[in-house]
């Protein structure tokens, strides 16, 4: 009966329907239908203007921080936008209509989106032009120009800024340090928060005479929060360092008893000295005490602390000495103030700001980086309100970031890309931009500098407690974004642009899925619940940055192919005991421009990964890229390649890297490229590609135990960095036309090219430092010369495995420039350089793994060489270990 019915429905109903109800429906929809393509028309030209309209009304946002959730929203659309016009749209007149009719319905929701928000601009603009007219007149109450001016100069806290007012404490914790008893002592500099300890630990762990006191250095940052295990891994770290070692990747592994038994060991022979800067628990001292082996040697423990009973703790097993600091004295304040807000007028105030600077220095009660309550709040308050605003986003990032935390600059400034905070400016790349951020940020005394490389370019950075501590409260007030780690948990009701995990806690990471994330950096010491891991692509669609760091994760999330806007994405310790494999779905990361691997091995990469056109920055460990031979080539925003490892197994392989080396050729942007285990055969077509990467700066070659000569006959200009690292038989008279280099690595194989080089190199205006050794068993090459006149701008140089080297010599005017001197693994060297008297600004002199004869004859205790460098502030000498080999030491 239905049947019947239906048939008899099709025969009768729809003709009529078609006649005469469609043409009904057809006059009321194409009137909605033409409005709703003039907004899809209109999109572009909207995205435009709204772009435009956006920086028009950046010196509002300035003015009124919490406006950034309006220019969050329309970021947000803009990227959408762009990222679906880059997507292919289907053909209309094929079979992937319903696709077309899609993509055009996302795009009408995203037309319906930016009215709305244009209509919150044009709110913001008629706003801000009130604000304006009202704010003109009130401008007579606040400071004087002037006086503003030099406060956003004035670095209000201390750290790296020259002492004021610690002469005498200074003497008093250095004597106590040198002069002391043999048993271990525990010296306490007990302050409340911002007086100055950690300045005055640092004058007194840099000063020369406790340098040369003790031979083992060791600085460690403790704060409120602290892992035991990750801390001893530290001490660790650093002592191997000062012993020129390798980390074992043992330690890792290590439980707490095994790594305080390491701990112990490694110091069991040194008079050493550890500082434990910052120091909150009263139970830290219980925890660290058997790790800080007694040797009765005069080692000993400095610690910084705010809590006189932390002091007092470590009276239970060990001598210590307590020196309570006090504030300064109001004459003291007020010249640490004057030299630090008007250092343009050598630290004189002018008459008409004596009056402020008084009541400054009056509400600072003493403390040299004056916190809690004190009227610091508002200075530094007053540093970051004056910042334009696209470098207040790039300050508040610093909140990601744990207390203390060390961040390498070229990841920040990559993060900051990612982000958009970083305008495009005619001429220079996005990276050369970010770099003027941050120089400007130091500049304003906000960001620290930690480490630099010798050509000046910035390596680490950090800011200081109090401008953290700053950050984090405008974070909380701009919801710009979330800390979530055991000891700090914070709501997360309000809109949450950016997260960072510190914890593994199911319970506090549950919370934390919010569809606006932006940027996610996940910390946790400990394995990340696997469930979150796995939910990530789909829970936060919106990432820019992902960085899942340290020890925290298991396994890659596989289904990446969701995170379409993410532009930062670095992968870092993984569990090193396992293999793993980067998912194929990387390759739907489009708009990638960052990919770090340099904490886990993916030593194979999908061939697809070719896809990647925007990438910029490829890093990894020993990367083998030969399935990449016939698509790396097309990947032509490559800035950053490395560690790339060439050293196939199979010598059918052979032909398959040499098109990879070709195909490199055609990454005309490269600044940076690292070649590892390079085969002779390989180095005609890597000379030829070389040739056409113009803007190569920093080139790493490391060969396999074969000739590496390169044959340049168009070194890259811009070449600053150089290492040429194996057998090389024939020196590279290239070298000498590269005027941009300013730090040389090289291992040649026969002594007599030493010569050769030293000649070759003597005059190049820009070589700042050099590392030169030599493999040559069989040579009777004796002294190595430094001539009147050579190398006069070289702050560098280090000399090592020179076989048979008995003499080097130094004349008067030769080295006129150099700091840093490095002697090592010379064991037929007699004496030390003839003629290191001349070497006037010699800083630092490091002597490592000598001869018997030659360490004797520097003893301090009878040497008869030893008067020779007495003149330099700062003597490192190390017994180490020969290497069988110098290949194996490089």
Not at 326 to 337: M, R
Request: charge should be neutral.
């Amino acid at each position: 009966m239905w049947d019947g019915l239906l048939s008899c429905a099709r025969e009768n109903l729809l003709p009529l329907a078609r006649e005469h109800l469609l043409p009904i429906a057809l006059d009321h929809l194409l009137p909605i239908l033409k409005e709703a393509a003039n907004m899809i028309r209109g999109v572009p030209t909207d995205i435009a203007e709204m772009k435009n309209e956006l920086e028009n009304i950046e010196d509002f946002i300035h003015q009124a921080d919490k406006m950034a959730d309006a220019e969050g929203d329309s970021t947000n659309v803009i990227d959408e936008y762009i990222i679906r016009e880059e997507q292919q749209l289907p053909d209309p007149g094929c079979a992937a209509g319903d696709n077309y009719v899609k993509t055009k319905i996302l795009r009408l929701q995203i037309a319906h989106k930016i009215q709305n928000i244009k209509s919150r601009i044009n709110e913001i603009k008629d706003t801000s032009s009130e604000k304006d007219h009202e704010g003109s007149s009130s401008s007579a109450t606040n400071l004087n120009a002037t006086s503003l001016q030099n406060l956003r100069k004035a670095p209000f806290y201390m750290d790296e800024a020259d002492v004021v007012g610690f002469e005498e404490p200074k003497d008093i914790l250095i004597d106590w340090l040198v002069e002391g008893r043999a048993a271990r002592t525990v010296v306490s500099v007990v302050a409340m928060g911002g007086q100055g300890k950690t300045t005055l630990a640092k004058k007194v762990f840099d000063n020369n005479k406790v340098i040369k006191h003790f031979d083992c250095h060791v600085w460690i940052t403790v704060s409120q929060s602290y892992d035991l295990e990750k801390l001893l891994r530290d001490i660790l770290q650093k002592i191997y360092k000062q012993q020129e070692g390798d980390t074992p990747q043992s330690i890792h592994q290590m439980d707490r008893d095994s790594l305080v038994d390491e701990v112990r060991k490694n110091l069991q022979q040194k008079r050493y000295v550890v500082v434990f800067d910052d120091v909150w628990s009263i139970l830290f001292w219980d925890e660290i005490d058997l790790a800080m082996i007694d040797n009765k040697n005069g080692s000993k423990i400095l610690i910084t602390t705010r809590n006189m009973n932390v002091a007092n703790a470590c009276k239970k097993s060990s001598f210590v000495e307590v020196h309570e600091l006090k504030p300064l004295t109001k004459e003291k304040s007020l010249e640490l103030f004057n030299k630090k807000a008007f250092y343009d007028l050598d630290g004189c105030c002018p008459e008409n700001l004596t009056h402020i600077s008084s009541e400054i220095v009056e509400k600072c009660i003493g403390l040299p980086l004056a916190i809690e309550d004190s009227n610091i709040k508002n200075i530094l308050g007053l540093s970051y309100h004056n910042l334009p605003y696209y470098l207040k986003s790039c300050l508040l990032y610093f909140g990601l970031y744990p207390e203390d935390c060390v961040v390498s600059s070229k990841t920040l400034t990559r993060q900051w890309m990612a982000e958009g905070f970083v305008k495009e400016d005619r001429g220079k790349t996005l990276e050369e931009v970010a770099e003027g951020y941050l120089t400007e940020l130091i500049r304003r005394s906000l960001v620290q500098l930690v480490s630099i490389s010798i050509d000046g370019r910035r390596r680490s950075c950090r800011v200081h407690d109090l401008v953290h501590a700053m950050i984090l409260e405008k974070c909380e007030d701009l919801s710009f974004c979330k800390n979530i780690c055991e000891d700090r948990q914070s709501s997360l009701t309000a809109i949450v642009r950016r997260l960072s995990i510190a914890t593994n806690s199911d319970n506090l990471i549950e919370s934390v899925e919010k569809p606006q994330v932006r940027s996610l950096l996940c910390y946790a010491s400990k394995p990340l619940p696997e469930s979150f891991v796995r939910r990530i692509p789909t829970k936060f669609r919106r990432l820019k940055v992902l960085v899942l760091g340290d020890d925290g994760l298991l396994d890659v999330p596989k289904d990446l192919g969701s995170l379409s806007y993410l532009k930062f994405f670095m992968f870092g310790g993984l569990f090193r005991g396992r293999k793993f494999s980067l998912p194929i779905s990387i390759v739907m990361l489009e708009n990638l421009e960052t990919l770090d691997l340099t904490d886990t091995k993916f030593n194979v990469m999908p061939k697809e990964i070719c896809k990647l056109r925007k990438l910029r920055h490829f890093i990894g460990i020993k990367m083998s890229l030969i399935q990449l031979k016939d698509g790396i080539g097309d990947m032509t925003s490559l800035q950053t390649l490395r560690d790339v490892y060439l050293d196939e197994k199979e010598d059918e392989n052979d032909n398959r890297v040499v098109e990879l080396i070709q195909e490199l050729g055609k990454l005309k942007q490269l600044r940076e490229l690292a070649l590892l285990r390079v085969r002779a055969k390989y180095m005609s077509a890597i000379s030829s590609s070389i040739n056409n990467m113009r803007k190569m700066e920093k080139l790493r070659i490391e060969g396999a135990g074969e000739n590496i000569v390169m044959h340049l006959s168009s070194p890259p200009p811009m070449l600053r960095n150089l290492k040429l690292n194996g057998d090389l038989k024939k020196t590279p008279e290239w070298i000498s036309k590269l005027h941009n280099l300013a730090k040389l690595k090289v291992m040649l194989v026969y002594s007599k090219q030493t010569v050769e080089v030293m000649k070759l190199l003597k005059s190049m205006p820009n070589l700042l430092s050099l590392n030169i050794s030599n493999g040559d068993y069989e040579s009777k090459f004796e002294t190595l010369h430094f001539q009147d006149g050579w190398f006069k701008n070289l702050k560098e140089l280090y000399v090592g495995y020179f076989v048979n080297l008995s003499y080097i010599l130094i004349d008067e005017g030769a080295l006129g420039s150099l700091k840093k001197l490095q002697i090592s693994s010379i064991r037929e060297l007699k004496t030390l350089p003839i003629g290191i008297q001349h070497l006037n600004k010699l800083e630092f002199l490091h002597i490592f793994g000598m001869g018997d004869k030659f360490m004797q004859s520097i003893a301090l205790d009878g040497g008869k060489d030893h008067w020779i460098f007495k003149q330099v502030p700062y003597v490192k000498i190390s017994e180490g270990h020969y290497p069988a080999s110098p290949a194996k030491k490089w």
